[in-house]
């Protein structure tokens, strides 16, 4: 059983947060640019760019932690946060591992990136959650996608 499924209510979820991410806002388009996916020439990121979006990523996910009324979000951005740090699939007979630091706009990375320590930030978490009667186990995880990769 999921143990966020079974939070009552939106109250429970805001997490008033002591210090958020401040990140440089993403590079903005030309004034009266208007791409449409036909125009768009393959996206060619820069290094700083990368940087911004996953910082941008993870301060919005711990904004809307402690906004209201939104509690299936707030769930999805907590299984985001508290997924296990190394997971292991089977595809094709071949068992494979997977570090979330090596995974793009994982929680893990995001906080690397953005210069944050991902064990502490989910440790805050965890005594904020914990005090709205809410146990997060060490390693929360999702239900797995229908992708064809099997979890082992």
């Known amino acids: 059983m999921d143990p966020l ?3 009552p209510g939106a109250e429970q979820l805001e997490l008033p947060l002591a210090s958020e991410p401040q990140c440089l806002p993403a590079p903005a388009l030309a ?3 208007k ?3 036909d125009d ?3 996206a060619d990121w820069s290094l700083e760019q990368e940087l911004v ?3 941008v990523m993870l301060e919005r996910n711990l904004k809307l932690l402690s906004s209201g009324n939104n509690v299936e979000e707030k769930r999805d951005v907590l299984r985001w946060i508290f ?3 190394v ?3 089977t595809v094709r007979e071949r068992r494979l591992t997977q570090h979330q630091d090596d995974v793009a706009f994982s929680f893990r990375r995001c906080c690397r990136l953005a ?3 991902a064990d502490e930030l989910r440790d805050a978490l965890r005594v904020l959650l914990k005090r709205r009667g809410i146990e997060v186990p060490d390693h929360e995880r999702p239900a797995p996608a229908n992708t064809g990769v099997e979890p082992s």
Request: no cysteine; charged share 20%.
């Open 115 to 117: 210069g944050y320590d």
């Open 35 to 37: 791409p449409t996916v």
């Open 53 to 55: 979006l996953h910082g």
């Open 83 to 85: 997924r296990p740090d």
């Open 40 to 42: 768009e020439p393959p």
């Open 87 to 89: 997971t292991h699939f």
């Open 5 to 7: 499924a079974s939070a």
């Open 31 to 33: 004034t009266g640019d």
